[in-house]
């Protein structure tokens, strides 16, 4: 079964992706995140534990499908759709049951180019009979400084727009997908 990651990687470059079958690739960060991200949303959004269902690494899709009815915040939700397994970052069901959609960015400016990877995972997302309403990124502020206590209101934002590559806002989320 393939995972919507290992289509960007493909399409990124063929031998990496073979590469990444075989072997691990070691990756330097210039951002050290020594908290927990799933943590920081549910901080940033001020979910309780119990109220929120976090999906975890080869779980079944059935398991996040079956907690639809359960809960009303979701973190790492997988699933599925004819073999094309998806990960969602983070989502809000509405009374309506319609979703709002965040995708995590550990960049402070995140590029037009994950735009392909959002509408592909939403593709398969309605291919599973889930409506989405509205689509954000949560990513890291480019303002914010740490100071002695980390402040996850100051380091995240939520925004619905993509940056150039001189780091200026270009186009709104809803434009690219």
């Known amino acids: 079964m393939l995972h919507i990651s290992d289509i960007t990687k493909m ?68 699933f599925a759709y004819d073999e094309m397994r998806i990960k969602i970052p983070f989502m809000i069901k509405g009374e309506d049951d319609s979703l709002t959609v965040y995708f995590t960015s550990l960049q402070l400016y995140p590029k037009e180019g994950q735009g392909q990877y959002m509408a592909d995972t939403l593709e398969v997302l309605r291919l599973c009979g889930y409506q989405v309403k509205d689509v954000y990124l949560f990513h890291l502020n480019d303002e914010y400084v740490r100071e002695k206590e980390f402040d996850v209101f100051k380091a995240f934002k939520v925004s619905d727009t993509f940056y150039n590559h001189h780091n200026h806002p270009s186009h709104s989320i809803s434009e690219i997908l």
């Open 11 to 78: 399409e990124r470059c063929l031998r990496a992706f073979q590469l990444s079958r075989i072997e691990k690739i070691e990756s330097n960060h210039f951002i050290n995140l020594n908290v927990d991200l799933n943590q920081c949303i549910m901080e940033y959004f001020m979910i309780k534990e119990d109220e929120v269902f976090v999906g975890v690494r080869n779980d079944d899709p059935q398991r996040a499908s079956d907690a639809f009815h359960q809960y009303q915040f979701f973190i790492n939700a997988r």
